[in-house]
């Protein structure tokens, strides 16, 4: 197989292995997270008490989320002034809700991103932790388009840390930006077998993206990877007792996943998602089609992360209230499940095991997969940690 950027299987036939690999470094992170910014993740949820709780868990999924990106992005976004941030903004805005103008929009996102974002790997500087650089990052964040719902949780955290005196909110903002180096750091021991071609694609493939509006979202470092993987694995266990508890299921699967044996996949379209026509025998989603009709779940193929979140209840993708388990490559994973939880049903993950669409990762696109072992334990287990 051809790896792109990272493999779940490493040299193995399945992805088992990396499914007990990120269970037992996500007990760590949430362990050392505890220790670090137990307190400030409980003030947090005790200021916004009056809203919907979060538990534990995802309060230190977002103040890791900050960190990380604060790590990564602070030089970038103190580069993205003014008129060029605001273009990206809109433009990004307008995408949203213009399916008819979409490709032109990508073209305008492709070209702003180039010339205004021009390098994703930044030399650490000194910038000062204070809630004016964390909004200044907040706006970078937003207009590239690529972290929506990781934007929206840390609206809250800057509203929050606007009202603590200056030395508090600052010693939050390094504390988070701390504990992110500390997960950079462990993390690269831990899954950095699963991730070893990163690098490797950013430097020899990630600048034929030049002038696309996937730039950015290709040249994601390997904490990124990392930052998902483990933020899957948390909202996994935050929403699972949720996700059991809902009478219909459906699995979104991508279109990357289909292995017609002939010419096209002959999916038939059902308003925003398409079903399966049983047209190869050896194609994964006419396995995963039986075995729903078997396990009590609906299968949808849906063609981009984007007609989740264009998508009205009532057009057939999922029921109101439904258990989803939403499948994707690493990088989408945490605003996937966020934008799920958004929709009011309650999100689950399996991972691809390695990318290769063809809009993203390769020139002729490879059909990915999934572990079909992990999907069977999360619908079928009744405690996601006993799994």
Known sequence: MDVVTYSLKRDRVSSD????????????????????????????????????????EEGLLE?????????????????????????????????????????????????LATLFISKKSYEK?????????????????????????EVKRLEAWLEYLKQLN????????????????????????????????????IGCKWPEHRWKEDYIFCGS?????????????????IYHADFIGRKEKVLLLPHCITKPSAGKCQARSTGRGYVCAGCSAGCQVNNLTRLGKKE???????PHESSIASTKTDESLFPENAGVIGVSCVLNLIS??????????????????????????HEEGISTALNEKQLLKILESQNYLHL
């Not at 809630?131 to 929506?148: C, I, P």
């Not at 390997?222 to 694995?233: I, K, P, R, S, W």
């Not at 991972?351 to 063809?358: E, H």
Request: aromatic content about 12%; proline content about 2%; overall charge positive.
């Open 17 to 56: 292995k990396y499914y007990l690999s990120i269970a037992a470094f996500t007990d760590r992170v949430l362990q050392k997270g505890e220790q670090m910014l137990k307190f400030q993740v409980c003030s947090f949820h005790t200021w916004k008490h009056a809203a919907k709780p979060s538990s534990f």
């Open 63 to 111: 103040l890791l989320i900050m960190g990380v990106y604060w790590n990564v992005y602070i030089d970038a976004s103190k580069e993205l002034k003014g008129v060029p941030g605001r273009l990206l903004t809109t433009v990004n805005d307008w995408r949203d809700g213009a399916d008819r103008f979409k490709l032109t929009l990508n073209k305008i996102k492709g070209l």
């Open 125 to 149: 500087t000194a910038v000062d932790t204070n809630t004016k650089n964390l909004e200044t990052l907040l706006v970078f964040l937003r207009a590239t388009g690529e972290f929506k719902q």
């Open 166 to 201: 200056k030395k508090d909110s600052a010693g939050i903002i390094a504390s988070a930006a701390a504990f992110a180096e500390w997960f950079r750091t462990e993390g690269m021991a831990a899954l950095d077998v699963y991730t070893s071609r990163v690098q490797d694609f």
């Open 221 to 237: 470092p390997v904490v990124e990877y990392h930052l998902n993987m483990v933020g899957a694995e948390i909202m996994n266990r």
């Open 296 to 302: 009590n779940f609906q299968v949808r193929i849906v």
């Open 336 to 361: 996937g499940g966020w934008m799920l939880v958004e929709k009011g049903v309650a999100p689950q993950c399996v991972l691809l095991d390695y990318c290769g669409c063809k809009n993203h990762w």
